[in-house]
């Protein structure tokens, strides 16, 4: 509510005049005390009632609800000595706030509307009361609800306008996604220390399975295993690695060749000029190191509670990988752990680009990380009839798409990306090996764990990292495929790719667990570096192990040797599936 334009421009003057001499647009007061206390009315309308009376209709001068006075036209009243504009001064009904509902947020606005010179005053709810809308200190005595009704009740009474807005709804709305990109790869596998490592083994067609020696895998029906051929505590401070599980010690590796790899400072954020709070971790794993809680239940039984170490709990869960290289590189951003079985890795890779988008965090160290290959485990994937036997000395046992394929292997290790928002990398100079573009994910809801054989589930997710990156499927130019030699779960997979991709035939399909095996939470992330790689490269790894393609996969598998990647789209999927029917595809685009 503002004042009359003309209302500021003349001074108030009262003086005394006798009713019969009131005529409309008078400011006027019934009395000296009214006019004192700045109590004036406009007079909208007179009206003879009899020789005797008049009949005056008055409105408060700001604005607000009519009321009539009959007067002897001899009384004495006060007039202001200036007249307003009738028709400029509104006719305001009151607002009843009886059954309104309150919520911290909402305004209040109170004009003594009977005060030509009034300012409106203006009330925010918080934290249950109303406090003035001023600059200066808080209110001592706020009003209370049960107030501002009755200030709203009696406004026609005393001369005010009240009103209440309320704290707008507003719809939820994404905020302008930025794009992410790729500036920084590191892995550690079954082929060895290092990207580089893992990119030259894919090239060459190199496997790293290895028959299990220790004497603790005695007597188990399958001893192969994706195993790394290094020990990675050797290549830590030991003291730092002694605080480790095998996961954290795979992944702290890989985040520093990754980190380094990006362009950033080794000692971590702050020497790399980053502020520690906008950089996050996201790591996938099942168990982490499964390893660490059956050697203190070994060490339990064989010594007495004294001989379990008291690092035995924190190096046992899944998210001490993680926390490890958040302790390594100081990254006080967030570090997520996701754990979604064989799709954690693809996963968390997922959640960092989303994190990134939203402008959660400017950087990420995102992908896998496992160490599973214990006693029991293989003995329990044995039991399944999972695990695929073999000599590795005669080739991969583990056959992705091959009609002789008869499980997975199981394999160790971590992949990690460094993602950052494309400004973010632009600013620093950095080098972009792709754009990490979109990724998606859904669930089979069919069984604990097989795989829905009509692969619908998974062309849901590819679909929708298709559709998150903003392409088409005609963009895709390859898949790394998950294929994990088994034989409905393979089968699953190509349905669904020939579903999506319309046939199949004409996308280059790769799989890599004949090189590595299958490893587990970490799969994603290593398969993630291989694919960004592929992209950079312009190169298709061939599959090892694949000597015959089975009849019911209908695709495209590049065997034997490398094959160029097409030119004629520019995304790169790279699935990851779990037990359970976790499904999750991340979508990678080149960058001209």
Not at 82 to 103: H, I, K, N, Q, T
Not at 534 to 548: I, Q
Request: net charge negative.
């Amino acid at each position: 509510m503002t004042h009359s334009p003309e209302t500021p421009e003349v001074p108030i003057r009262p003086h005394e005049v006798t009713a019969a001499e009131v005529v409309p647009g008078d400011l006027f007061a019934l009395t000296p005390e009214d006019a004192a206390e700045r109590r004036w009315h406009v007079v909208t309308h007179t009206l003879p009632v009899s020789p005797e009376v008049i009949r005056v209709t008055l409105r408060p001068p700001l604005g607000g609800v009519d009321h009539e006075e009959d007067l002897r036209r001899e009384r004495t009243v006060t007039v202001a000595g200036r007249r307003v504009d009738v028709d400029a001064v509104p006719l305001v009904e009151p607002e009843s706030l009886e059954s309104v509902g309150f919520r911290d947020g909402d305004r209040l606005t109170v004009l003594r509307a009977v005060d030509p010179l009034a300012a409106e005053v203006t009330y925010v709810r918080r934290w249950g009361a109303w406090h003035r809308d001023t600059t200066e200190s808080a209110d001592a005595q706020a009003a209370t609800d049960a107030e501002v009704r009755r200030w709203a009740a009696d406004a026609a009474r005393e001369g005010t306008v009240v009103r209440h807005e309320p704290r707008p709804v507003r719809q939820a709305r994404a905020a302008g996604p930025r794009r992410v990109v790729v500036t920084g790869l590191g892995a550690v596998t079954p082929l060895g220390v290092g990207a580089r490592e893992l990119w030259d083994g894919l090239l060459e067609g190199r496997h790293g399975i290895r028959e299990l020696t220790d004497p603790e895998f005695d007597g188990l029906p399958v001893r192969t295993a994706g195993t790394v051929p290094v020990d990675p505590a050797s290549l830590l401070p030991r003291q730092a690695a002694r605080r480790m599980n095998r996961a954290a010690q795979f992944a702290v590796l890989a985040a520093r060749e990754a980190w380094t790899d990006a362009g950033y400072a080794a000692d971590g954020t702050r020497e790399s000029g980053l502020d520690p709070e906008r950089v996050g971790v996201s790591l996938g794993a099942i168990l982490g190191d499964a390893s660490v809680l059956v050697g203190g239940d070994r060490k339990l039984r064989e010594r007495g509670a004294r001989g379990v170490s008291p690092l035995t709990t924190p190096m046992t869960v899944p998210s001490q990988a993680a926390s490890q290289v958040s302790l390594d590189l100081h990254i006080t951003g967030e570090a997520r752990t996701v754990t979604s079985a064989c799709a954690s890795g693809t996963e968390a890779i997922g959640q960092a680009v989303d994190r990134i988008r939203y402008g959660r965090v400017d950087v990420a160290l995102a992908g896998g990380a496992e160490a599973v290959i214990t006693p029991a485990i293989m003995a329990s994937f044995a039991a399944m009839r999972a695990l695929a036997e073999g000599d590795p000395s005669e080739g991969s046992p583990s056959r992705p798409f091959a009609k002789d394929r008869d499980g997975f292997v199981n394999g160790e290790g971590a992949g990690v990306l460094v993602l950052e928002s494309e400004e973010h990398a632009r600013a620093r100079g950095a080098r972009i090996y792709c754009e990490a573009a979109g990724w998606g994910l859904s669930a089979d809801a069919y069984h604990v764990a097989a795989p829905d054989p009509s692969g619908d589930g998974i062309a849901l997710a590819l679909r929708r990292a298709v559709r998150d990156a903003g392409g088409e499927v005609a963009d895709v130019v390859h898949v790394n495929a998950h294929a994990t030699a088994t034989v409905d779960g393979d089968l699953a997979e190509a349905r669904a790719l020939r579903g999506v991709l319309g046939g199949g035939q004409g996308v280059p399909v790769t799989a890599l667990k004949g090189h590595l095996g299958h490893l587990q939470g970490a799969a994603g992330g290593v398969e993630a570096v291989a694919a960004v790689l592929t992209l950079h490269h312009r190169m298709v790894p061939p599959t090892v192990g694949c000597g015959e393609v089975d009849d019911g996969i209908e695709l495209d598998v590049v065997r034997e040797a490398p094959r160029p990647l097409p030119d004629s789209g520019d995304l790169v999927l790279s699935n990851s599936f779990g037990f359970g029917g976790h499904n999750a595809v991340l979508a990678l685009r080149r960058v001209p």
